[in-house]
T-cell receptor, first 113, second 112 residues
Framework: TQLLEQSPQFLSIQEGENLTVYCNSS?????LQWYRQEPGEGPVLLVTVVTGGEVKKLKRLTFQFGDARKDSSLHITAAQPGDTGLYLC?????????????FGSGTQLTVLP | DTAVSQTPKYLVTQMGNDKSIKCEQNLGHDTMYWYKQDSKKFLKIMFSYNNKELIINETVPNRFSPKSPDKAHLNLHINSLELGDSAVYFC???????????FGEGSRLTVL
Protein backbone atom coordinates (compact mmCIF):
# COMPACT_ATOMS: atom_id res chain seq x y z
CA THR A 1 0.00 0.00 0.00
CA GLN A 2 1.36 3.41 -0.97
CA LEU A 3 1.17 5.95 1.84
CA LEU A 4 1.19 9.73 1.57
CA GLU A 5 2.00 11.64 4.74
CA GLN A 6 1.06 15.29 4.94
CA SER A 7 2.45 17.81 7.38
CA PRO A 8 1.41 19.67 9.31
CA GLN A 9 -1.88 17.98 10.11
CA PHE A 10 -3.36 21.24 11.44
CA LEU A 11 -2.31 24.82 10.71
CA SER A 12 -3.87 27.99 12.07
CA ILE A 13 -2.42 31.30 10.90
CA GLN A 14 -3.26 34.98 10.64
CA GLU A 15 -4.40 36.58 7.41
CA GLY A 16 -1.42 37.79 5.39
CA GLU A 17 1.03 35.12 6.56
CA ASN A 18 2.76 32.62 4.29
CA LEU A 19 2.63 28.87 4.76
CA THR A 20 3.86 25.61 3.26
CA VAL A 21 2.19 22.21 3.36
CA TYR A 22 4.20 19.08 2.63
CA CYS A 23 3.23 15.76 1.11
CA ASN A 24 5.76 12.92 1.38
CA SER A 25 5.93 9.30 0.33
CA SER A 26 8.47 6.53 -0.10
CA UNK A 27 6.75 5.58 -3.37
CA UNK A 28 7.14 7.10 -6.81
CA UNK A 29 4.01 8.50 -8.42
CA UNK A 30 3.31 9.10 -12.10
CA UNK A 31 1.55 12.33 -11.15
CA LEU A 32 0.37 14.14 -8.06
CA GLN A 33 -2.72 16.21 -7.45
CA TRP A 34 -3.76 18.71 -4.80
CA TYR A 35 -7.40 19.07 -3.76
CA ARG A 36 -9.15 21.47 -1.41
CA GLN A 37 -12.21 20.41 0.54
CA GLU A 38 -14.58 22.78 2.29
CA PRO A 39 -17.03 21.71 5.04
CA GLY A 40 -20.02 19.80 3.72
CA GLU A 41 -18.57 19.45 0.25
CA GLY A 42 -16.42 17.06 -1.72
CA PRO A 43 -12.76 17.76 -2.58
CA VAL A 44 -12.13 19.99 -5.61
CA LEU A 45 -9.03 19.69 -7.77
CA LEU A 46 -6.56 22.59 -7.58
CA VAL A 47 -3.68 21.32 -9.70
CA THR A 48 -1.97 18.29 -11.23
CA VAL A 49 1.82 18.03 -11.46
CA VAL A 50 3.37 15.41 -13.67
CA THR A 51 7.07 16.04 -14.22
CA GLY A 52 9.72 15.69 -11.51
CA GLY A 53 10.81 19.17 -10.40
CA GLU A 54 7.74 20.78 -11.94
CA VAL A 55 6.48 24.02 -10.41
CA LYS A 56 2.96 25.34 -11.02
CA LYS A 57 1.44 28.59 -9.84
CA LEU A 58 -2.21 29.30 -9.27
CA LYS A 59 -2.50 32.93 -8.16
CA ARG A 60 -1.08 32.93 -4.60
CA LEU A 61 -0.62 29.15 -4.54
CA THR A 62 2.63 27.52 -5.69
CA PHE A 63 2.85 23.77 -6.15
CA GLN A 64 6.06 21.80 -6.57
CA PHE A 65 6.64 18.16 -7.47
CA GLY A 66 9.85 16.66 -6.11
CA ASP A 67 12.60 15.66 -8.53
CA ALA A 68 12.14 11.99 -7.65
CA ARG A 69 8.34 12.27 -7.88
CA LYS A 70 7.94 11.06 -4.30
CA ASP A 71 7.00 14.32 -2.63
CA SER A 72 5.26 17.63 -3.21
CA SER A 73 4.69 20.94 -1.50
CA LEU A 74 2.03 23.62 -1.57
CA HIS A 75 3.05 27.17 -0.65
CA ILE A 76 0.46 29.87 -0.06
CA THR A 77 1.54 33.50 -0.07
CA ALA A 78 -0.39 36.12 1.91
CA ALA A 79 -3.06 33.69 3.07
CA GLN A 80 -6.67 34.87 3.17
CA PRO A 81 -9.67 33.57 5.15
CA GLY A 82 -11.04 32.17 1.89
CA ASP A 83 -8.07 29.78 1.78
CA THR A 84 -9.43 27.98 4.85
CA GLY A 85 -10.13 24.33 4.15
CA LEU A 86 -8.78 20.79 4.12
CA TYR A 87 -5.92 20.36 1.66
CA LEU A 88 -5.37 16.88 0.30
CA CYS A 89 -2.58 15.61 -1.90
CA UNK A 90 -3.22 12.54 -4.03
CA UNK A 91 -0.69 10.41 -5.85
CA UNK A 92 -1.55 8.55 -9.03
CA UNK A 93 -0.16 5.13 -9.89
CA UNK A 94 -1.04 2.60 -12.53
CA UNK A 95 -2.70 -0.53 -11.31
CA UNK A 96 -3.45 -2.93 -14.11
CA UNK A 97 -5.96 -1.28 -16.36
CA UNK A 98 -7.02 1.27 -13.77
CA UNK A 99 -5.30 4.36 -12.48
CA UNK A 100 -5.69 4.62 -8.75
CA UNK A 101 -5.38 7.74 -6.64
CA UNK A 102 -4.02 7.42 -3.11
CA PHE A 103 -4.92 10.34 -0.89
CA GLY A 104 -2.72 11.89 1.76
CA SER A 105 -3.66 12.29 5.40
CA GLY A 106 -4.80 15.89 4.88
CA THR A 107 -3.86 19.32 6.27
CA GLN A 108 -6.60 21.37 7.90
CA LEU A 109 -5.80 25.05 7.31
CA THR A 110 -7.53 27.85 9.17
CA VAL A 111 -6.78 31.45 8.21
CA LEU A 112 -7.95 33.92 10.82
CA PRO A 113 -9.00 37.46 9.80
CA ASP B 1 -26.60 21.28 -13.06
CA THR B 2 -24.97 19.08 -10.45
CA ALA B 3 -22.15 17.04 -12.00
CA VAL B 4 -21.96 14.25 -9.39
CA SER B 5 -24.98 13.90 -7.15
CA GLN B 6 -25.44 11.61 -4.17
CA THR B 7 -28.53 10.79 -2.16
CA PRO B 8 -29.22 10.92 0.66
CA LYS B 9 -26.94 13.65 2.02
CA TYR B 10 -27.60 12.55 5.60
CA LEU B 11 -28.52 9.09 6.86
CA VAL B 12 -29.08 8.14 10.50
CA THR B 13 -29.90 4.52 11.22
CA GLN B 14 -29.69 1.77 13.82
CA MET B 15 -27.07 -0.96 14.00
CA GLY B 16 -28.02 -4.04 12.03
CA ASN B 17 -30.07 -2.19 9.42
CA ASP B 18 -29.45 -2.30 5.66
CA LYS B 19 -29.12 0.98 3.74
CA SER B 20 -28.23 2.24 0.26
CA ILE B 21 -26.59 5.38 -1.07
CA LYS B 22 -27.15 6.36 -4.68
CA CYS B 23 -24.80 8.22 -7.02
CA GLU B 24 -25.30 9.65 -10.48
CA GLN B 25 -22.94 11.61 -12.72
CA ASN B 26 -23.91 13.57 -15.83
CA LEU B 27 -20.36 14.25 -17.03
CA GLY B 28 -20.11 11.33 -19.45
CA HIS B 29 -17.29 9.81 -17.38
CA ASP B 30 -16.43 6.13 -17.73
CA THR B 31 -15.02 5.49 -14.25
CA MET B 32 -16.79 5.91 -10.92
CA TYR B 33 -15.60 5.46 -7.35
CA TRP B 34 -16.73 5.18 -3.77
CA TYR B 35 -14.51 6.70 -1.09
CA LYS B 36 -14.91 6.62 2.69
CA GLN B 37 -13.80 9.64 4.77
CA ASP B 38 -13.41 8.92 8.47
CA SER B 39 -13.59 11.28 11.41
CA LYS B 40 -9.90 12.17 10.92
CA LYS B 41 -10.70 13.27 7.34
CA PHE B 42 -8.68 10.41 5.83
CA LEU B 43 -10.09 9.61 2.37
CA LYS B 44 -9.83 5.94 1.47
CA ILE B 45 -10.88 4.31 -1.78
CA MET B 46 -13.41 1.49 -1.49
CA PHE B 47 -14.46 0.58 -5.01
CA SER B 48 -13.90 1.62 -8.60
CA TYR B 49 -16.04 0.79 -11.62
CA ASN B 50 -14.99 1.30 -15.22
CA ASN B 51 -17.76 0.99 -17.82
CA LYS B 52 -19.94 -0.89 -15.32
CA GLU B 53 -17.13 -3.33 -14.51
CA LEU B 54 -15.56 -3.61 -11.05
CA ILE B 55 -11.90 -2.59 -11.31
CA ILE B 56 -10.79 -1.84 -7.76
CA ASN B 57 -12.12 -3.57 -4.68
CA GLU B 58 -10.06 -2.59 -1.67
CA THR B 59 -10.19 -4.48 1.60
CA VAL B 60 -13.77 -3.70 2.45
CA PRO B 61 -16.14 -5.99 4.40
CA ASN B 62 -18.42 -7.95 2.10
CA ARG B 63 -21.34 -6.21 3.83
CA PHE B 64 -20.60 -3.44 1.33
CA SER B 65 -21.80 -4.18 -2.18
CA PRO B 66 -21.53 -1.71 -5.06
CA LYS B 67 -23.87 -1.91 -8.03
CA SER B 68 -23.49 -0.11 -11.35
CA PRO B 69 -26.64 -0.40 -13.50
CA ASP B 70 -25.06 1.81 -16.19
CA LYS B 71 -22.02 4.04 -16.70
CA ALA B 72 -23.72 7.03 -15.09
CA HIS B 73 -24.74 5.34 -11.85
CA LEU B 74 -22.89 3.65 -9.01
CA ASN B 75 -24.86 2.74 -5.92
CA LEU B 76 -23.56 1.47 -2.59
CA HIS B 77 -25.54 -0.99 -0.51
CA ILE B 78 -24.53 -1.74 3.07
CA ASN B 79 -25.88 -4.73 5.00
CA SER B 80 -25.94 -5.21 8.77
CA LEU B 81 -24.64 -1.75 9.58
CA GLU B 82 -22.08 -1.43 12.39
CA LEU B 83 -21.03 1.53 14.52
CA GLY B 84 -17.69 1.67 12.70
CA ASP B 85 -19.46 2.28 9.40
CA SER B 86 -20.26 5.83 10.53
CA ALA B 87 -18.42 8.14 8.13
CA VAL B 88 -18.91 10.38 5.13
CA TYR B 89 -19.10 8.41 1.89
CA PHE B 90 -18.08 10.19 -1.32
CA CYS B 91 -18.90 9.18 -4.83
CA UNK B 92 -16.53 10.41 -7.54
CA UNK B 93 -16.08 10.04 -11.26
CA UNK B 94 -13.56 10.78 -14.00
CA UNK B 95 -12.55 9.93 -17.52
CA UNK B 96 -9.92 7.19 -17.43
CA UNK B 97 -7.77 9.24 -19.79
CA UNK B 98 -7.96 12.34 -17.60
CA UNK B 99 -6.71 12.47 -14.02
CA UNK B 100 -9.21 14.90 -12.47
CA UNK B 101 -11.67 13.40 -10.02
CA UNK B 102 -15.05 15.05 -9.61
CA PHE B 103 -16.61 14.39 -6.22
CA GLY B 104 -20.18 14.46 -5.01
CA GLU B 105 -21.10 16.40 -1.88
CA GLY B 106 -20.87 13.31 0.30
CA SER B 107 -23.36 11.25 2.28
CA ARG B 108 -22.94 11.41 6.05
CA LEU B 109 -23.87 8.06 7.55
CA THR B 110 -24.42 7.83 11.31
CA VAL B 111 -25.01 4.41 12.84
CA LEU B 112 -26.52 4.44 16.34
Amino acid sequence: TQLLEQSPQFLSIQEGENLTVYCNSSSVFSSLQWYRQEPGEGPVLLVTVVTGGEVKKLKRLTFQFGDARKDSSLHITAAQPGDTGLYLCAGASSSGSARQLTFGSGTQLTVLP
Amino acid sequence: DTAVSQTPKYLVTQMGNDKSIKCEQNLGHDTMYWYKQDSKKFLKIMFSYNNKELIINETVPNRFSPKSPDKAHLNLHINSLELGDSAVYFCASRLTSNGELFFGEGSRLTVL
